[in-house]
């Protein structure tokens, strides 16, 4: 890393219920339009064709690329499109917050990988000023705790910008974390809805015939 570069880590940590199971968790972290869909600031998404990931992970540590052995892995990268909204970066799941206004305009495109892991998911950032973020999401079960959601994030820049992002980042990533927790929970709630009405259904045409 340059010396003229800075980077920090974060982590949060989340004790998850009773009634959530490992399989929830990971059925939303590997669900790349729902897990965008938590940043309130990024204001749209697109994939991007196979020869953009090769590309992406060019410019990624060899710690971070994925794994090598067997059959090529293509990992998803897309094209976000984020507000610099002061008012909604203040809040966001971003690498940055309401500081952004003064250096940037009112939006910015950059590229994020989403790689699915046995564990949960990484993702990496590659965003304008040579800001890049890698953030590991992880769910394990701990004696007991129960199963225990853990994000851990670094982000990388210059020293400059490093003395702003350091005043935001724990944060926004708090502020994701509890984020996915809610949309955890609504999703589990929609699903037991939906056994519900088909148990309903089911009884009533046991009854009809």
Do not use: C
Not at 130 to 157: A, I, M, N
């Amino acid at each position: 890393m340059s010396f003229l570069n800075s980077s920090t880590e974060v982590k949060t940590t989340t004790i998850l219920k009773p009634h959530i199971t490992r399989s929830h968790v990971l059925r939303l972290l590997h669900n790349p339009s729902k897990m965008l869909a938590l940043n309130p600031i990024i204001k749209s998404h697109s994939p991007l064709p196979d020869s953009s990931s090769k590309a992406f992970f060019t410019r990624v540590a060899p710690e971070n690329k994925p794994p090598t052995t067997g059959p090529e892995q293509i990992v998803p990268v897309y094209a976000i499109v984020e507000s610099t909204d002061a008012e909604s970066s203040e809040g966001g799941g971003s690498w940055r917050g309401g500081w952004a206004k003064r250096f940037i305009p009112e939006s910015i495109t950059y590229e994020t990988s989403m790689q699915n892991t046995e564990e949960g998911m990484i993702s990496i950032t590659q965003a304008p000023m040579g800001v890049q973020s890698v953030t590991r999401w992880t769910v394990t079960e701990k004696p007991g705790e129960g199963l225990v959601l853990e994000k851990r994030g670094k982000v990388t820049s210059n020293r400059m910008l490093m003395t702003f992002i350091k005043t935001t980042i724990q944060g926004s990533y708090e502020k994701l974390a509890n984020d996915f927790v809610i949309e955890l929970e609504r999703m589990i709630d929609e699903e037991e809805q939906e056994k519900k009405k088909e148990s309903e259904e089911e009884v009533v045409v046991e009854k009809v015939t």
